[in-house]
């Protein structure tokens, strides 16, 4: 099995290669803490999260760093409407974002650095820009500098974007008082303001400028040269293009910054991207007190990473009645009295094997998690029929069971919770015990069995056949 990725930076798709063996550096630009986020935002969060679970299932140790963006122009105007300091107003979105990343069951990342906590590494990478010749300060009247990155000093601009600089400056915005040598050159550093936060640097007083954190942060983390690099497609251009610029100039000897460049598609809602600044969004908070957590992700993996998709009253309650299948399938499963052995369970788990190579083939071809979805739905469909049936082997249950945990590790839309510490050699010990004092008429022994295995939520079940067990809900 080979997995292949789609990479933006090529536009094919390319087999994935890791720097280091068995190891991915995986950084994923992460929001800006000046409100709830939108389910717009969401995405990334979720379909980034799965691709890693992935990677970690496939047995690659994967450093997942997903920043936080505390010091911009929304946080410093943000705080002075609230009358609170930027630092507070970071903490508290930090603390909201992880209220509703949890309950979307977004993992945590293995490192989340805060901008403002980076400086040092910030104004470092600076110098290391100035001193290669690809940055320039102006100075401001207030006598603090502002350092510009020179983007005709650097030959490849635009590698990403697969656009030259003269197409590139034509849909440029160019800011009233900049004082720039090329309407494309980008801050690194900004002078500070009266009432804005502000740090010290060899420039005088100042903060960075917006994308300089990610390069900062991710060399300090992952190092030069980094696998997997992820966002929105609206990252793509200018923020990836001037994090790879700063990187690699910082670096110098053509180093490569990133390896794998990922975008996944806008969120569109009534056909426009779901947006703060359109108005047109629903924070992730309202969309969850709306829907479950488990149908948000389930709709949102039910389309390809990089397609766009629409939100819509219609697609989230599919996804949740596609939830309830899910969960049913697994609580029938529970349910269902455990015979032994496994006579005649073969065809299932031939049909299994064939499905779950289906989900790595799908899932190995640029994470294709809508497919996935399509396999999870037919196994449950499978296990169903089975479930009908009047005998289950231990077999069929072990199998459909560790089935179910996969996928849901990896997708996590069926919410199952981390296995209770069962048995099954040991319970069947012990039926055959209590069938033997049941011979010989010591009741208190066998309801002392059957007490001892229900208070670890196993039910016994006597039939005609014998003892059957099953989980107590
Ligand atoms: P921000 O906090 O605005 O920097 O956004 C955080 C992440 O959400 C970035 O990766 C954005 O590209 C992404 N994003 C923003 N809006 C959308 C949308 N409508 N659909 C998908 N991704 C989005
Ligand atoms: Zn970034």
């Known amino acids: 099995m080979t997995l292949m990725i789609y990479n933006d930076l090529t536009r094919t798709k390319e087999k994935f290669v890791p720097v280091r063996e068995k190891h991915v550096s995986f950084y994923s630009c992460g929001p800006t803490v000046y409100d709830y986020f939108h389910i717009g935002n969401a995405r990334p969060f979720i379909v980034f999260d799965v691709l890693r679970r992935y990677l970690e299932h496939l047995g690659y140790g994967v450093t997942f760093v997903q920043n936080f963006t505390d010091i911009d122009d929304k946080m410093i105007s943000r705080a002075n409407a609230e009358g609170i300091t930027v630092a507070q107003l970071a903490e508290r979105f930090i603390a909201e974002y992880y209220k509703d ?34 940055a320039y300060v102006v100075e401001t009247p207030s006598g603090s500098g502002d350092v510009y990155f020179d983007v005709k000093s650097y030959a490849p601009y635009g590698k990403l974007s697969k656009q030259s600089l003269d197409e590139l400056e034509a849909g440029a915005r160019v800011e009233v008082g900049e004082v720039k040598r090329h309407p494309l050159d980008f801050a690194l550093w900004k002078a500070g303001k009266p009432g804005e936060p502000s740090w010290k640097s060899p420039w005088g007083r100042g903060r960075p400028g917006w994308h300089i954190e990610c390069s900062a942060m991710s060399s300090k983390y992952l190092g030069e040269t980094i696998d997997i690099h992820s966002g929105g497609v609206d990252l793509t251009f200018p923020h990836h293009e001037n994090e790879a610029a700063q990187s690699e100039a910082a670096a110098g000897s053509g180093k490569n910054f990133v390896n794998y460049w990922l975008h996944n598609g806008f969120l569109l809602i009534d056909k426009g991207k779901m947006s703060k600044s359109l108005g047109n969004f629903i924070t992730a908070r309202a969309a969850r007190e709306k829907y479950p957590p488990l149908a948000i992700r389930l709709f949102m993996l039910s389309a390809h990473y990089r397609s766009p998709i629409n939100f819509a009253p219609e697609g989230l309650e599919q996804a949740a009645g596609g939830v309830t299948r899910l969960r ?146």
Request: hydrophobic share 45%; with cysteine.
């Open 101 to 134: 990343a949890d309950a979307l069951g977004i993992h945590r990342a293995t490192i989340a650095p805060r901008a403002t906590e980076h400086m040092a590494e910030i104004i470092g990478i600076i110098e290391k820009i100035l001193q290669r010749g690809h």
């Open 328 to 473: 049913n399938c697994w609580a029938d499963l529970l349910h269902a009295p455990v015979g032994e052995g496994a006579d005649g369970v073969t065809p299932f788990l031939e049909e299994l094997k064939a499905l779950d190579g289906r989900f790595y083939e799908v899932m190995d071809d640029d994470f294709n998690t809508a497919a996935a979805v399509g396999v999870l739905f037919e196994i449950v469909k499978l296990v169903n029929t089975w479930l009908k049936r009047e005998h289950l082997p231990q077999a069929f249950f072990d199998a459909a069971e560790g089935a179910l945990r996969k996928y849901d590790e990896i997708l996590g839309v069926i919410g199952i919770e981390a296995a209770p510490d069962i048995d099954a050699d040991e319970i069947k010990r012990l039926i055959e015990e209590r069938a033997a004092v049941r011979k010989d008429k010591n009741f208190a022994r066998s309801d002392e069995i059957r007490d001892a295995l229900l208070a670890r939520g196993i039910v016994l079940e006597d039939t005609p056949h014998g003892t059957k067990w099953k989980r107590k809900l």
